[in-house]
């Protein structure tokens, strides 16, 4: 199995090209590998991001992608409610895992609120409203650290801002990000997603020299 956050990638912003993802799925399917694409930042975008979910580079009649997608990004992190997308070889087996084969989704009353939100049309309101509000805050962000002499990375969507630190360090450490934690020691990943401005502001003089 080979898993990616193919777009706005955590932590660093970058999203997969489509000529990467073509790649991929060629090598899913010589070396018959699953590719888990977690695309949890899909809809979140600042401008268009030029990509579809993974799962529209599969060929169905010998797929290997499983697109996963969730709305806690999207609403808020307490509405533990996701989907996948992929064709149906792929889809068959979820289907015998034993909480949904004998009880259903383990979010029912959630699963269908957001039913009714998403046929109102209220979600890609949301949606549309979410992305403007955080893409305004990244800009702020990156615009603060450019000042402070820093060069950060200006990503499309998602919710980070992927950093080079020049002595003080404030948010995650890149550390975190690796799984051999002798790596990326001067990094940062800012979130700009939930502070309001007067904190980004706030926290980035914290970093001036």
Known sequence: MVYTVSVHHNPTGITMSNAKREKLV???????FIIVSDEAYQLLSFEPSGVKPMFYHDDPEDP?????????????????VG???A?????????NVGFIDSGNNPVIFSSCNLIDFLESGACDRHIATCSKAIGD?????????????????????????WVKSKGKVTGRSG???AIKKDKFQDMMRLCFAWLPEE???????YLRE
């Open 26 to 32: 060629a090598l899913a399917k010589k070396y018959n």
């Open 64 to 80: 290997h992608v499983l697109s996963i997608g969730t709305f806690s990004k999207l609403i808020g992190p307490g509405v533990k």
């Open 83 to 85: 989907w996948v997308q």
């Open 87 to 95: 064709h149906e070889k792929m889809l068959h087996p979820l289907k």
């Open 137 to 161: 805050k990244c800009k702020l962000m990156v615009k603060k650290l450019k000042e402070i002499g820093l060069e950060p990375s200006e990503p499309k969507g998602g919710y980070f801002v």
């Open 175 to 177: 550390e975190a990000m």
């Open 199 to 205: 904190k980004i502001i706030e926290g980035i003089e």
